[in-house]
């Protein structure tokens, strides 16, 4: 009763605003991320795109977001809790694109307990509760180059998924059937890595900035998870198992299926 009570309300909260199939396929045609996925999967995440287009309020400063923009960032930011479902994305509102990088301002307060305050220059941010704010300079380079690994989108939105608890700390909330213990132990061990063993080989195919704290590691290897699965799992084996069972999906296996496709 319960299953059918939700699939009633999903159809009433799509009524009228699902994506229409042709506009689907010509926005996510050309998406590196999007390879491999079976027919079913490709279904399932225009629904969940649909509902986050609904229930999300995207807004371009000083770019006009057209329909194809907003398919491309809704099915990139979707991708990740297609088996976790769409109310790990619940708690917040606002998608904020920016044309290009943008500066933002922070405050740090060092050990002494003076207030310091610095400006940066970034491509992506996530808050809490508070907006997610994307380049769309950074999104187009990231299709372009996928080789490269990195995928803010992905990035920002297991920044979305590892405050869930609280707080970014590199640990989003495991699923029941997860241990702690491995996921702490896989990876604290790839943090410890990078940050004390540079010339290591997994320095060189990860972005240097998973080193800065965990809660980086965490949201730069789920990049690496879904842009460049085979390098992952063939370098950090533990991490890539952890973040399969966290993720529940196989993106390896996509690329697997997309090649024998091409093949044909």
């Known amino acids: 009763m319960r299953n059918r009570f939700k699939r009633a309300y999903r159809r009433y909260r799509l009524r009228g605003h699902a994506i229409p199939f042709q506009t689907w396929t010509q926005a996510t045609a050309e998406l590196p991320l999007l390879q491999g996925l079976t027919p079913i999967e490709l279904a399932r995440l225009r629904v969940m795109s649909s509902l986050f287009l609904r229930e999300k309020n995207l807004v371009g400063v000083d770019i006009d977001l057209n329909t194809n923009m907003r398919i491309v960032i809704a099915a990139q930011?979707?991708?990740?809790?297609?088996?976790?479902?769409?109310?790990?994305?619940?708690?917040?509102?606002?998608?904020?694109v920016y044309p290009d990088a943008f500066v933002v301002a922070h405050e740090d307060v060092d050990d002494a307990g003076i207030v310091h305050q610095e400006?940066?220059?970034?491509?992506?941010?996530?808050?809490?509760?508070?907006?997610?704010?994307?380049?769309?300079?950074?999104?187009?380079?990231?299709?372009?180059?996928?080789?490269?690994?990195q995928n803010v989108i992905v990035h920002e939105i297991a920044h979305k998924l590892d405050m869930r608890n609280g707080v970014g700390n590199g640990m989003p909330p495991l699923h029941a059937d997860m241990s702690v213990s491995e996921w702490t132990t896989a990876l604290s061990a790839a943090f410890r890595q990078l940050r004390q063993y540079p010339e290591l080989p997994i320095s060189s195919w990860i972005d240097p900035y998973a080193a800065t704290d965990?809660?980086?590691?965490?949201?730069?290897?789920?990049e690496a998870f879904f842009c460049t699965p085979a390098i992952l799992l063939e370098h950090c084996p533990a991490v890539f198992?952890?973040?399969?069972?966290?993720?529940r999906q196989q993106p390896h296996r996509r690329r697997d299926r997309q090649q024998n496709i091409d093949h044909r």
């Open 214 to 222: 965990p809660a980086e590691c965490f949201a730069v290897f789920s």
């Open 119 to 149: 400006q940066r220059i970034l491509t992506g941010e996530a808050w809490s509760a508070g907006p997610l704010i994307l380049s769309w300079q950074e999104i187009l380079e990231d299709i372009e180059y996928p080789e490269s690994g």
């Open 241 to 247: 198992r952890q973040l399969s069972l966290y993720y």
């Open 77 to 96: 930011c979707c991708l990740p809790v297609l088996y976790l479902g769409l109310a790990l994305l619940y708690g917040w509102l606002d998608v904020v």
